[in-house]
């Protein structure tokens, strides 16, 4: 890894601090684990391949508070290995590391510090079997902001949000980059008021862009509610991109509902949309449309379907990926969760030869200590 700035100022700050003085604990462990067992019709994902698998995936990790009077520090481990029971030489590892605190200045002004270490694709249109695909990320963060509560139902918030992203791989320093963004939101009664917000939108780009690649994407929008079973967001913004001189410059705006027919259904809708052109003219079009349905019979159990649809267009070429999910969990108490369910993923490229799709199958458990 390259360095772990936040890890080392957040440590230096916190030795200087108190200790909390309000009867918490000064440490608190959560351990937790994730096990999921899948079958997989399609492990490549390709149109060639009609390869199937059943594979494991592990996730154990231990998340952690340190309760400072002033500074509390919130840290997170996970480890997680997919276990291909098929071809039992295919294995994929993936860490994610995380360390966060937020410092308080004055009464209305923060300095939040995170720091991230993990495992990503290089390209994310090659299958992550590939071990060869996969290579370390470290994400470095500042953000001041300013927080002021006006009374007990609003509070309005603003600020500024620096990233740092590295890459490990020696061959890969190209890949790193900086990203700026700034935003403002107002959290208010929704019944009553408005909400103005920012929506931290990234496209990650894991590989082809420039160590000075910048994105500034501002966003405001509405959120409220018509009805008590009725809620909606608008929001739309200005979308900027430059990597190694080269720019592009569009807009992006979203509209999602959500409807709450009975207090056990909740139906989404979801369309977004972004436009942009490069510096020699080019368009380029991304659409994302998604219906979702969460229904709970019971206290323990929860039904969760979704359909989502995505297309791009860059050059004259379409590229269209369908998703559909139907799942189920069921609590079996306060640290248990049981789950299940069916994925079926359709990716649509023109032309009609390259197109490709995947059926899977998955039951697991989630424990939350």
Do not use: C
Not at 45 to 59: A, E, G, K, R
Not at 124 to 149: A, G, H, R, Y
Not at 246 to 268: H, N
């Amino acid at each position: 890894m390259k360095y772990y700035p936040a890890i080392f100022i957040i440590l230096l700050l916190a030795f200087f601090l108190p200790s909390s003085g309000s009867g918490r604990d000064l440490v608190e462990l959560k351990p937790h684990l994730e096990l999921t067992g899948y079958y997989d019709d399609n492990v490549d994902f390709s149109p060639q391949s009609t390869s199937s698998d059943l594979y494991l995936q592990m996730s154990p990790g231990i998340a952690a508070r340190l309760n400072l009077k002033r500074m509390p520090i919130e840290a997170d481990y996970t480890y997680t290995r997919y276990q291909y029971l098929k071809r039992s030489d295919l294995t994929r590892d993936f860490h994610d590391a995380l360390v966060r605190t937020t410092i308080p200045f004055a009464k209305t002004f923060f300095l939040r510090i995170q720091d991230r270490y993990n495992t990503v694709p290089l390209d994310v249109n090659q299958p992550v079997d590939q071990p060869s695909n996969l290579t370390q990320k470290n994400s470095f963060s500042v953000m001041p902001f300013w927080e002021k509560q006006l009374n007990s139902k609003n509070k309005l918030k603003a600020g500024y949000e620096y990233d740092r992203v590295d890459y490990t791989s020696s061959g890969l320093t190209g890949d790193d980059y900086n990203g700026h963004r700034f935003f403002i939101r107002w959290d208010g009664d929704l019944d009553r008021a408005l909400v103005i917000y920012q929506k931290d939108q990234y496209r990650m780009k894991y590989f082809s862009v420039a160590p000075d690649y910048t994105q500034f994407l501002p966003e405001a929008g509405i959120t409220g509610r018509l009805s008590r079973r009725l809620k909606f967001n608008i929001s739309g913004g200005y979308s900027f991109d430059e990597t190694g001189g080269e720019r592009d410059t569009g807009y992006v705006y979203a509209i999602e509902g959500d409807w709450f027919p009975t207090s056990k259904i909740d139906l989404a809708a979801i369309f977004r949309r972004e436009r942009t052109t490069d510096i020699e003219g080019e368009p380029y079009t991304e659409q994302y449309y998604q219906l979702e349905l969460k229904y709970r019979p019971t206290k323990r159990i929860a039904l969760l379907s979704h359909i989502r649809y995505y297309d791009n267009n860059y050059q004259d070429a379409d590229n269209r990926r369908i998703n559909f999910k139907l799942g189920a969990t069921y609590r079996l108490n306060k640290w248990i969760l049981i789950k299940g369910g069916y994925i079926r993923i359709e990716n649509v490229d023109m032309p009609a030869a390259e197109s490709a799709e995947a059926n899977r199958a998955y039951l697991g458990v989630d424990i939350v200590i």
